[in-house]
């Protein structure tokens, strides 16, 4: 069946520095993939997107890379700072328009912790 | 902020009890789902409506339900309800049509079921 788990469970990373999120899916038909952060009492917040016929995307200090052929989601945070500390989840939704296609798949989330 | 409003914010309901949530998605969107959180988990993705049908759905029983207006708001309905319900329920809107499928989450009803 579809899942998608993430490799770490926390990342503490130092103010200023780069910050990575890994994130494996299964369902190799999948064709949508997002990132979302969340903070604490708050529903998740769109960060980046990328579709599955694309590999790299890049938005304001994140980058999203997908790697198809290992099924495998990163996302990359330049010059990390105190506000992004959240819980951080990838998202992946089937190919489709109805049915199983319409709903995103998420994974565990990774918290990460930023120090100053 | 996403536009997408939800309420009421926190609620507490005995098990056995039937709960309704509300949403009222971000201006201009058509399609609305809703997500369950457990504590520590990932959201669950329950059902999707488009122009006010079902058309999507998750492993949840049919003791959840949903309805969407013509205004797009919309609400998810729980009978029966179980300890296992306590969650975060989050809805989020968006616009079918185009390339773009992101979905914009409301901050979430906080469901506590004794």
């Known amino acids: 069946g579809e899942s998608v788990g993430l490799h770490l469970p926390t990342l503490s990373v130092q103010e200023g520095d780069n910050s990575i999120i890994n994130c494996a899916y299964s369902?190799?038909?999948?064709?949508?993939f997002i990132w979302y952060k969340q903070e604490s009492g708050k529903g998740p917040q769109f960060i980046i997107d990328?579709?599955?016929?694309?590999d790299k995307r890049q938005g304001q200090r994140v980058t999203v890379l997908l790697n198809k052929t290992v099924k495998h989601l990163s996302l990359q945070i330049a010059a990390t700072q105190p506000g992004d500390s959240a819980v951080y989840f990838c998202?992946?939704?089937?190919?489709?328009?109805?049915?199983?296609?319409?709903?995103?798949?998420f994974g565990t989330g990774t918290q990460l912790k930023v120090e100053l | 902020e996403t536009g997408v409003t939800q309420s009421p914010t926190h609620l507490i309901k005995t098990r056995g009890q039937q709960v309704t949530l509300r949403c009222s998605s971000q201006?201009?969107?058509?399609?609305v789902s809703w997500y369950q959180q457990a504590l520590g988990q990932g959201p669950q993705f329950i059902f999707q409506?488009?122009?006010?049908?079902?058309?999507g759905r998750g492993n949840f029983p049919p003791r959840f339900s949903g309805l969407q207006f013509p205004n797009y708001s919309s609400e998810l309905n729980v009978n029966a309800l179980e300890l296992d319900d306590s969650a975060l329920y989050l809805c989020?809107?968006?616009?079918?049509?185009?390339?773009?499928?992101?979905?914009?989450f409301g901050p979430g009803t906080r469901l506590l079921v004794l």
């Open positions: 989020a809107s968006s616009w079918r049509q185009g390339a773009t499928e992101t979905r914009y």
């Open positions: 369902n190799s038909a999948s064709d949508y």
């Open positions: 990328i579709r599955s016929n694309m």
């Open positions: 998202a992946e939704k089937g190919p489709g328009r109805t049915g199983g296609g319409n709903k995103l798949t």
């Open positions: 201006s201009g969107h058509n399609t």
């Open positions: 409506y488009y122009r006010e049908e079902e058309n």
